[in-house]
């Protein structure tokens, strides 16, 4: 359930927090991508260079950091908040908890609990009388009203140099309750128990063994898609072309090559409740194809094309009753006008759009700046690929 996920450490200033540190590389080695926020009294246990080092982002303490360019902006709580597919507060000192349960805001930490859109873990860390007494009490059962999870504290030697309940349970537990916490959040997704059927990549029509028509597709955004579907609760079906990104976990997928290939593909699985066409798909592909690599002295100056099968318009044409068709549009000029255009004549319910003219987007960047437009509205998201796919499917079934 970790593989994959983003996961926001939240380190608090306790004696505890050194273990913060062992509790990150244990999330990165189950395969999570972790950003670490901490208040200002953690940074006297564990220094900000230690975090920043091992999750090799920048560690958010401020607000209003002095160093502006450390942080992407005084709004880094609510691009964080979007970001995140789990928010873990270990250790969790009394104040912090004390703050979370009245809503207060007073460090970078504090306002990203109110920011986020995903699953809070609470694990309270502190001297066995304190977890006791009836204010911590109150404040455990006030941020389990509003939803949050709580991990208790186990028993055993604490740093007072007494016995008690309030020590930070072992990193294995906490990782079990981050999947359990995950997997309960999956299952109540607005794609839960949808079937989505997601294509990436571009294709390849060969001329010869050696050379082909194809384009500079890297997957990326398909993948963002299938990736954000899954985390939406999705059955998810990734079919790709030739790309040299890793396979996400706990996603089906299927490799082609061709135009036809993944008209065949998306033919076998077109009863899917959702299907995102993100493939950079080739138009033509040559009229011969010839079995052997065609020597330069034997070859012909021109290439004759024939065109490839129009698989979206085809989902259009054989559209089942309640199904989300998603198309993308890649345009040079005249982004909106085609896009809306190729919304009617394919009857797609939705098309991403995105220009090759924008700076750090489309394809080979991480990063992408598009369009989402509907039969009824149109909005612009912007952001890592990610963040867009994210943003554009809560937008989606949240208007579907």
């Known amino acids: 359930m970790l593989s994959g996920k983003r996961i926001i450490l939240g380190v608090t200033g306790g004696i505890a927090a050194y273990k913060a540190a062992f509790l990150l590389r244990a999330l990165q080695k189950a395969g999570a991508e972790v950003r670490v926020t901490t208040t200002p009294a953690a940074t006297r246990f564990v220094g ?30 609510i691009s964080w908040g979007e970001w995140a597919d789990l928010f873990v507060i270990a250790p969790c000192t009394a104040n912090t908890l004390a703050k979370i349960a ?6 970078m930490l504090t306002s990203t609990v109110l920011a986020a859109r995903c699953p809070l873990l609470i694990c309270p860390t502190m001297d ?7 204010a911590v009490q109150k404040n455990l059962d006030t941020v389990q009203e509003f939803g949050y999870h709580v991990l208790e504290p186990e028993e055993g030697y604490l740093a007072s140099g007494l016995e008690g309940k309030g020590r930070l349970p072992e990193t294995d537990l906490i990782l079990e309750k981050c999947s359990a916490v995950l997997k309960k ?20 029509e060969h001329i010869d063994p050696v050379r082909f028509i194809s384009n500079p597709s890297s997957g990326k955004m398909g993948f963002a898609m299938a990736e954000a579907a899954a985390q939406m609760g999705a059955e998810v079906t990734l079919i790709h072309g030739p790309v040299s990104l890793s396979k996400p976990t706990g996603i089906a997928t299927i490799e082609i090559e061709s135009t ?23 138009d033509f592909s040559p009229e011969e194809v010839h079995a052997q690599k065609v020597k330069k002295d034997k070859a012909d100056s021109s290439i004759k094309l024939k065109q490839t099968p129009d698989i979206l318009a085809w989902l259009g044409d054989h559209k089942k009753r309640e199904q989300v068709l998603i198309g993308f549009a890649m345009e040079t000029e005249n982004l909106l006008e085609n896009a809306q255009a190729k919304l009617k004549k394919k009857k797609a319910d939705w098309i991403i759009a995105n220009s090759l003219n924008e700076d750090e987007s489309g394809f080979e960047s991480d990063k992408n700046k598009v369009h989402l437009i509907g039969k009824k509205d149109t909005i612009q998201i912007e952001g890592l690929k990610s963040d867009v796919a994210r943003q554009a499917l809560s937008h989606i079934f949240k208007n579907s």
Request: charged share 20%; proline share 5%; no cysteine.
């Open 102 to 107: 009245t809503g207060a805001a007073d460090n």
């Open 128 to 134: 066995g009388e304190m977890f006791a007494s009836p």
């Open 185 to 204: 959040n999956k299952s109540e997704g607005p794609l839960s128990g949808k079937k989505v059927v997601v294509t990436a990549g571009p294709t390849r």
């Open 260 to 282: 036809q290939e993944l008209f065949e593909q998306v033919q076998k699985h077109a009863d899917a409740d959702v299907v995102i066409m993100a493939a950079a798909v080739s």
């Open 48 to 77: 900000t260079e230690t975090f920043s080092s091992l999750s090799k982002h920048e560690v958010a303490v401020d607000v209003f950091p002095e160093n502006e360019s450390a942080t992407e902006s005084w709004t880094q709580h």
